[in-house]
């Protein structure tokens, strides 16, 4: 049996509530986009080519999605919260066996566990949000977890750059599992949203899976992580292979958790003034004004200016895409959520995977002219999709 009535949203969140659902979610991303600046030195330590070192970044980024629909059942089953925390918990040392991993298959395998249970802190933030939020209001709480999201991208590229450059990649990966586990005691004070309940694991999904509407947003999901989430890993590898320090690299690559900042703060003074169908047309052709400047020339100059305009498409496109995703089943929101982030991580792995032998041989601009004609499909389904929905 699944309880259809949906939990009854209050008409705001608190600051302390927002705080930590910020914090999991910066954690939770400082984890997933550290590795990126980080691909050309860890190859050479451990004795390995590029291209196997893309495999604990994929191999992460598999996990990360495939995880979500478990973790979305299992918080429908017995709250965001304490899903978070049991996440969290498992997360911190999978991220210190990372940090001391010997060899590659050690790396991978610690990442891709480290991914598994990282997984569950965004998509529970989210539904959080979702279960408290009235949907007319929603996105600009939503907006503020975003930037949050990308604070922790930027900060990642940066600290991770310049650690792996002046020291070593390893405290970079150990920083996130020590900050997991103090977060999974600190989230304690955050209280269990009210919620419907189901009354097995599976019944959410059968609930979740009979929306029409959630495949179509779900097929949006898996192309839009392709393009911003995919592509997006090699903008580092990219300058480094013309020469650019790994530091410098990476932080040009953190840049776009400051186009994401500054855009976010535009898309909530845009909520309700402009419609959703125009802010992902607007996000749309920020990505591939972004990905045809990054195809012209892999120097710093264009790729700042791409890294801030993927920062903006992100904005602008995802956090609309990603606050419809969270009206579609009410009666089992965290679920649906989830089976989103399967496709938008799924989609991230699926195309850094099948990019990185053209990387591997220092090729970028084909990934990148590749990313920004993909981006005209993603922006027209979203957009339509989006005005279409009632």
């Given at each position: 049996?699944?309880?259809?009535t ?9 600051p ?34 590029l ?28 709250g965001?919260?304490r899903?978070m ?36 802190a ?23 977890l ?25 405290p ?6 020590i ?20 009354g ?22 898996l ?13 580092a ?8 320090p790994?530091?410098?690299a990476?932080?040009?690559?953190a ?24 802010l ?14 990054a ?7 264009p ?15 995802h ?14 929101r ?17 195309a ?6 053209t ?5 970028y ?26």
């Amino acid at each position: 049996m699944v309880t259809t009535t949906a939990p009854r949203p209050v008409a705001a969140l608190s600051p302390c509530a927002l705080r930590l659902l910020r914090t999991a979610g910066f954690v939770s991303n400082f984890d997933r986009f550290c590795i990126a600046p980080m691909l050309v030195l860890i190859g050479p330590d451990l004795g390995v080519p590029l291209a196997t070192v893309v495999l604990a970044a994929s191999g992460y980024y598999l996990a990360y999605g495939l995880m979500q629909p478990v973790w979305g059942a299992a918080s429908d089953r017995w709250g965001r919260v304490r899903v978070m925390r049991v996440s969290l918990a498992g997360a911190a040392p999978a991220a210190l066996v990372s940090a001391l991993a010997p060899d590659a298959p050690v790396l991978i395998g610690a990442r891709v566990l480290t991914g598994a249970c990282f997984a569950a802190a965004i998509p529970a933030s989210l539904t959080y949000v979702g279960d408290t939020v009235p949907a007319a209001v929603r996105q600009r709480p939503l907006s503020e977890l975003m930037t949050a999201f990308a604070l922790g991208t930027a900060l990642a590229t940066a600290v991770a750059g310049a650690l792996a450059h002046y020291l070593t990649w390893r405290p970079v990966f150990a920083l996130p599992g020590i900050l997991a586990g103090v977060l999974a005691v600190g989230l304690r004070r955050l209280p269990e949203p009210a919620r419907s309940r189901s009354g097995s694991l599976l019944a959410s999904f059968g609930t979740v899976l009979r929306s029409r509407w959630q495949w179509y947003v779900m097929a949006v999901a898996l192309l839009e992580g392709a393009v911003l989430l995919g592509f997006l890993t090699y903008l580092a590898p990219a300058l480094e292979a013309h020469g650019v320090p790994v530091a410098l690299a990476g932080a040009v690559a953190a840049l776009y958790g400051a186009g994401a900042t500054a855009a976010s703060q535009a898309v909530r003074r845009l909520v309700g003034r402009w419609s959703p169908a125009a802010l992902i047309a607007a996000g749309g052709a920020q990505t591939a004004v972004a990905y045809l400047l990054a195809g012209y020339r892999q120097s710093t100059g264009p790729l700042v200016v791409a890294a801030l305009l993927l920062g903006g498409g992100w904005s602008f496109l995802h956090s609309t895409v990603q606050s419809w995703a969270t009206t579609l089943c009410p009666a089992a929101r965290a679920t649906g959520v989830a089976l989103f982030g399967v496709a938008l991580y799924g989609g991230g792995a699926l195309a850094a995977g099948l990019a990185a032998a053209t990387a591997q041989a220092g090729v970028y601009r084909p990934l990148f002219w590749l990313a920004a004609l993909l981006s005209v499909p993603l922006t027209v389904a979203a957009a339509v999709g989006r005005a279409r929905y009632r």
